[in-house]
């Protein structure tokens, strides 16, 4: 990367523009505007009276890693996808524009939408279902702030393997099926066997849905925390690793 700094005034300029191309595509702002809501409907449809609260809990705060993954990973690939082959990154990188104001400009309108997302989810949801607010707000806070530069910098690094925006849904896969699977989205690691949760504790997104669900719920002891934690710096200085090194700012020709 060229320079570390940020310029609030470019990160700006950056996210307004971003946010303009996005706006452009109604249909996929209109799913991921609506995508809570519509969640919260289907599921308060589904289930009856005696099976609301708990079942609630662990919806809502998978929903919160769906609406992560969806939102600010898998949208961001296809972005940075989009912008490279049009050259819009090259021609970025010849002003005054750092890179890292580029890649974080780029996902500051995904970034808000999914913190508006689940606001919404959190509240609604909460209310609709029956389920309780967040035990540790600040908690949970703290666990959705931390995955945004983790999921950015996962869509960064898996744009340097996707060819054109058409295959974005390809090579995005893995790491949704993966999430969903075995990063404790909807399924906690610990009602798996106990060899199969040691190597499922170590996926990109685990520790942030440990930290989601104690935020949400308690119960997470110290220790838990404390290596959820550790995992999703590690996760983080990784990513930011492999974007300085192998990130693509031209296409492939």
Partial sequence: MSTLTLNPGRLAALGRSELTLLVRNRAALSV??????????????????DTVGSVAEATLTGGIGMVLVLVVYMNLVSAYVARREELVLKRLRTGEAGDLEILVGTALPAAVIALAQITVLALAGAAALGAPLPANPLLLAAAVLAALPLLAGMAAATSVVTRNVETAGITTLPLFLITALGSGLFLPLDSLPDAVASVCELLPLSGVMTLVRAGWS????GGEMLTAAVTTLAWIMVTVFAVQRWFRWEPRR
């Fill in 32 to 49: 991921a505007l609506l995508m809570p809501l519509m969640m919260v409907f289907v599921l308060r449809s589904s289930l009856d009276e």
């Fill in 218 to 221: 308690g119960g997470v002891e």
